[in-house]
């Protein structure tokens, strides 16, 4: 074997992938859409009422690629979610090393499976948020003339507090994914089987040798 070789496994398949990659794009869409229309500073931006159409443009995509992907890769979707909002005794003991993984380090990490506690702990956030937002967003597009000045009130509130989760959510992905240099898994669908072993061990662990490639 080539001392250049590399042995690596499949973490994403292209939907998956697909659907990554699309909700980053309509999700800083609807971020820079947004904040057009919040910031007083930026109220110059919405002249012409461009900003607010796109934002409800971008808003298709944002809601249906996820519930696509659900409709046609249930097994996969169910499995994330219910893995999202699992957590065992290593899970907790992860958390207790979160502080040295936050700043690069992998040492005494517990065993982890496809996804970690920290990645659980991310998609969970997602998820809520991402009802959140929805709802409060129709509620706002739709709701002017039943819900009243306190209701359209609330619900502009928790679409902007999930907005704010989601960013900071999205701000700690991106950092992790250069932190371990994880951005090929996403581009590429693929892994090196060290990140894999030190990632998720226990996944890696229970995949077969055929799932492993050599390049």
């Keep these: ?120 702990l991310h998609h969970a956030g997602t998820f809520i948020m991402f009802v959140t937002v929805t709802v409060s967003g129709f509620m706002l597009w739709f709701g002017k003339g039943q819900l009243g000045p306190d209701g359209l009130g609330l619900a502009a509130i928790a679409h902007d507090v999930s907005m704010l989760g989601l960013t900071v959510l999205l701000i700690g992905h991106v950092y992790f994914t250069f932190v371990y240099d994880a951005l090929s898994a996403m581009l590429t669908g693929w892994v090196t089987e060290e990140y894999a072993r030190l990632e998720h061990p226990q996944w890696l662990a229970e995949l077969p040798e055929s799932a492993i490639v050599v390049k």
Excluded: C
């Excluded at 919040?38 to 461009?50: C, I, K, T």
């Design 1 to 120: 074997m080539s001392s250049e070789s590399v042995r690596l496994v499949q973490r994403y398949v292209t939907g998956q992938r697909v659907i990554h990659w699309a909700g980053v794009v309509t999700f800083l869409l609807l971020l820079a859409t947004g904040l057009v229309l919040l910031v007083p500073g930026l109220s110059s931006l919405a002249a012409g009422g461009v900003s607010r159409l796109v934002h409800r443009i971008a808003v298709a995509p944002f809601v249906l690629l996820p519930i696509l992907y659900g409709l046609f890769n249930p097994q996969r979707a169910r499995e994330l979610i219910v893995e999202s909002f699992t957590y065992t005794r290593q899970d907790v003991a992860w958390f207790k090393r979160m502080p040295g993984y936050f700043f690069g380090s992998t040492k005494d990490l517990p065993p982890q499976g496809r996804i970690n506690a920290g990645q659980k």
